[in-house]
């Protein structure tokens, strides 16, 4: 027999796919069998996909307490861990114990001093209503200040003082009128009951990331290293430095300057000092936002006939803003990232458009986050082009 006459055998299955044969109908005993339209590997894939949009369509609305536990949790973990092994608390105990200190110096005071500004709001809007119904004079002080004093009278009688003034503005401004603005403000129940089952869905998710956060990690872990093995040991290390630095640095002295602020408020006389307090804490999550809050405040207080007061106001918040500035924020800080003015304003105004109040926590740490990426990329090309010029040059 010579080798033309020999019969052909199959050729093997990964050379008849680099030479193209495997779509080629082959031949099984006395049938010809072809190969499926989808295979197992392509439907096991679309029905993972399924699965994952499905989950997202019915769970997001869990998705904004769940960023604001994970956020806080790695903020946290170190005290967690000393509460855990150091105290011999166990991962229950300690998780009970870290949530429970949460509720009890975090979540109230905020809780206690949103219902108290909501309820210095209505008192304002209730004034505002006086006013566009029955019209008032101007205030002493603002008639009284030099230079723009006439200049305010007149206004303040053409827009606001006489009786349907400010349901104008309103109506300009907002294309509402100002007592549907009022019913508004009234019937926001709805929206105080959505915020407090937000928060008992990130209360019981914050429980079980402290007690088995470990489990979590691990096999976080385990996924990146098969998805990024080269990388996953710098970035796994970055992302909580990086949440924890700008939660400790953003939120914990934002709320600080608030609060003593809010005092300061309360002992120049400044009407409505919880609100006002409040609102300092808010925009001090802006770098210049705390020091633009207290130089209005004490601009107004010296408008007002308190010049005393007004500038005391301002020499305390000015001395108070360069403490916490050189000394408390770098220790507390002291993280791999130290965001810049733009990053943070658009996380936390993207934050708080997306996610509402949580979007304060969640904004700036998503954008911390990928500032941190991106200086971490710059860092691997800047020592790849380092590498390479250290090489020495190939011969022509």
């Known amino acids: 027999m010579t080798t033309g006459e020999m019969p052909e055998t199959d050729p093997d299955p990964q050379i008849a796919s680099t030479r193209g044969l495997s779509r080629q109908p082959r031949q099984t005993g006395l049938r010809l069998h072809r190969p499926p339209l989808v295979t197992n590997i392509s439907a096991a894939r679309w029905l993972l996909l399924a699965i994952v949009v499905a989950s997202i369509y019915f769970f997001h609305g869990f998705l904004v307490p769940v960023l604001a536990a994970i956020v806080i949790a790695l903020a946290s973990w170190p005290l967690r861990n000393r509460a855990a092994f150091g105290l011999n608390l166990g991962r229950t105990g300690a998780a009970a114990l870290m949530v429970l200190v949460l509720v009890c110096f975090l979540v109230v005071p905020i809780a206690m001093a949103l219902v108290y500004a909501f309820r210095e709001l209505r008192d304002w809007i209730s004034w505002a209503i006086m006013v566009n119904s029955a019209g008032t004079p101007t205030p002493r002080w603002m008639v009284e200040l030099p230079q723009v004093g006439d200049w305010l009278d007149v206004n303040w009688q053409t827009y606001i003082g006489r009786p349907g003034g400010i349901s104008e503005i309103v109506q300009l401004v907002s294309g509402s009128n100002i007592g549907a603005i009022y019913r508004g403000a009234i019937t926001a129940g709805s929206l105080a009951f959505h915020l407090a089952l937000t928060l008992l869905f990130m209360l019981i998710t914050l ?25 996953w040991g710098r970035l796994s290390r ?82 108070e803003l360069f403490v916490v500035d050189k000394t408390i924020r770098p220790v507390l800080v002291g993280g791999p990232v130290k965001m810049p003015f733009l990053p943070t304003f658009f996380g936390l105004i993207g934050g708080v458009k997306t996610m509402g109040i949580v979007g304060l926590f969640v904004g700036p740490v998503l954008m911390a ?8 990329w710059q860092r691997e090309v800047a020592e790849d082009e380092a590498r390479r010029a250290s090489l020495p040059a190939e011969p022509e």
């Open 369 to 376: 986050l990928l500032v941190a990426i991106w200086r971490e």
């Open 238 to 319: 970055v992302v909580p430095a990086t949440i924890s630095s700008t939660v400790t640095g953003m939120t914990l002295i934002a709320i600080g300057e608030g609060v003593i602020l809010g005092v300061a408020y309360w002992l120049a006389g400044v009407p409505s000092p919880v609100t006002f307090g409040v609102i300092t804490g808010f925009m001090a999550l802006i770098p210049g936002g705390a020091p633009l809050c207290f130089t209005l405040v004490s601009a107004y207080l010296v408008a007002s006939g308190s010049p005393v007061q007004g500038t005391a106001l301002f020499v305390w918040g000015t001395c």
């Open 207 to 231: 429980f079980v990331l402290y007690r088995d956060g470990d489990k979590f990690v691990a096999q976080l872990d385990r996924i990146g290293l098969r998805i990024l093995p080269d990388r």
